[in-house]
């Protein structure tokens, strides 16, 4: 076989700096602290429990994974579609091992997942793949016709038994909420930025700061 073929990684993607990944942490720890003591959100906290009466506690609810990245490409080792293509493209192999800053937009949170939005700049949009929205497209529809890169993110937590590419969907989720037209209901002016429900559990912060993240394109073997 050859080395081309064995190489391919898991998924290629930016990593976190370890020190950033702490600060990302805490603030994703004290957002979901906020929120479930907010009575806006224990309003409709059924998204959640499925029960009126049950209390969730979020920080409980979603189960970290890992080390914070934004995945670029999954490749499954090769076995993904467009996995060799991406693991040549050019662009990939220059930025390969290089430090660049992820600027975190906003936190969401659903009854599958949290996550941060990543705001992709030209240069980093060169590493993401062109496919990316539209492969989504089956599970939502109205993603095909979102920017490119409007899938970016990095997976904070999951709830029990969902895998942590949902993260992405549910991001995409609520992007085509916005586009369709709907504002949601902006509940709360919190200290990170405004509050918004989108209905079936699905929550936006938008940060009135981004949270710039430096990162390292790299990509794990597991
Ligand atoms: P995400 O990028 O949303 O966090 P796993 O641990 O399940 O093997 O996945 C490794 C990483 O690749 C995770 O970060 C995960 O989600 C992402 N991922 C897994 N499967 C897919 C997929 N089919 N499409 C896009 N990303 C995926």
Known sequence: VPLEEVSIPLFFGWFLLSTVQEKVRCTSMDFLKTLDTLEAFKKHMIDFTGKTEKEVDLEQYFEAKGSLHCTTKFCNYGKAEGAKEYAMKPAVRDFYGSTSE????????????VGAQV??????????PGDAEKEAASIVPAAA?????????????????VEPMQT????????????EGQQGETVEEME??????????????CLREPICAPACFSSRYK
């Open 102 to 113: 992820l600027s975190l937009t906003a936190l969401f949170v659903t009854p599958r997942t």
């Open 119 to 128: 705001s992709l700049t030209e240069e980093q949009l060169l590493l993401w």
């Open 145 to 161: 016709s979102l920017p490119v890169g409007s899938r970016a993110h990095v997976t904070l937590g999951c709830a029990q038994g």
């Open 168 to 179: 992405g969907l549910d991001l995409l989720e609520i992007l085509a909420l916005k586009q």
């Open 192 to 205: 990170l930025g405004p509050l918004t429900y989108f209905g079936e559990g699905r929550w936006l912060l």
